[in-house]
């Protein structure tokens, strides 16, 4: 579950012998607990807007003038809220201001991974059936993809241009296998490391086998998750060969 973590700073605090945030950062990092944040500026840089009877009204300055504020913010990826606490405890703002752990509202994170599964799903029907429509309905229409055999497609129409060549070599439908699935979900963005293998019969009647590592990164748009990028890389033989002993 998703929580965002609040690093309020205190004015009135000495910082002086605060420990450094970034042995903190690095070790959430590689636990892959901590998804991102950053530092905010100073509450005199904000600008608080509020709307009556249809005005925009501005404000130099922050909401509220307290000697406690918001100097920045982490979002975690904890199993439980005990957990998130845990981690909050220990960083070293902690010692002289406060960290106020919330939890993300509702399962939106757990929505977006099932959505995002669903669409690698619809990959391996769309393939199957050879249906490029269904394929192309995954991707945004500004997609960025370096295809194992044509290189690098920007755009829907390319995209449909590579697929329909790639069609044009094999008959009957194209078998996706999924071997490997790694997710990341952010708010707007997720990200999956996969390694897919393609099973087809050529035109020629030869069989056709292949197994490309694919990195793909994702975009919501509106209410969907599409593909906004998707990079899929085979194994190359570069000639190295061990020596002998």
């Given amino acids: ?48 807007v509020r709307v009556r009877d249809g005005e925009v009204l501005r404000t130099d300055g922050p909401f509220a003038e307290t000697k406690e504020y918001v100097a920045g913010y982490d979002i975690l990826d904890c199993d439980s809220l ?13 010692t002289i201001g406060a960290m106020e752990v919330r939890p993300f509202w509702g399962d939106e994170g757990e929505d977006a991974e099932k959505q995002i ?31 194992a055999m044509s290189g690098l497609e920007e755009g829907i129409d390319a995209l449909r241009k590579a697929q329909e060549r790639f069609f044009a ?12 699935f790694r997710l990341r979900v952010d708010e707007s963005v997720a990200f999956s490391h996969g390694v897919v293998r393609i099973r087809a019969t050529l035109t ?16 919501a748009v509106a209410d969907r998750w599409l593909i906004d990028h998707e990079h899929a890389s085979v194994p190359a033989d570069l000639g190295i060969r061990g020596s002998a002993s």
Avoid: F
């Fill in 82 to 94: 005990e957990e998130a606490v845990a981690a909050a405890a220990k960083h070293p703002v902690a």
């Fill in 117 to 147: 599964r669903h669409l690698d799903k619809e990959l391996t029907l769309a393939l199957r059936e050879r249906n490029i429509e269904r394929h192309l309905a995954c991707y945004t229409p500004d997609a960025e993809v370096v295809h």
């Fill in 204 to 219: 020629t009647g030869e069989p056709l086998t292949g197994v490309a590592r694919v990195t793909t990164g994702y975009r």
């Fill in 1 to 48: 579950m998703k929580y965002m973590l609040l690093v309020c700073g205190d004015d009135t605090a000495d910082a002086s012998g605060m420990a450094p945030v970034q042995p903190w950062v690095e070790e959430l990092a590689q636990r892959e607990v901590r998804l991102h944040g950053h530092r905010l500026a100073v509450p005199a840089d904000a600008v608080t």
């Fill in 169 to 180: 070599t094999v008959t009957g439908p194209v078998e996706r296998e999924v071997l490997e």
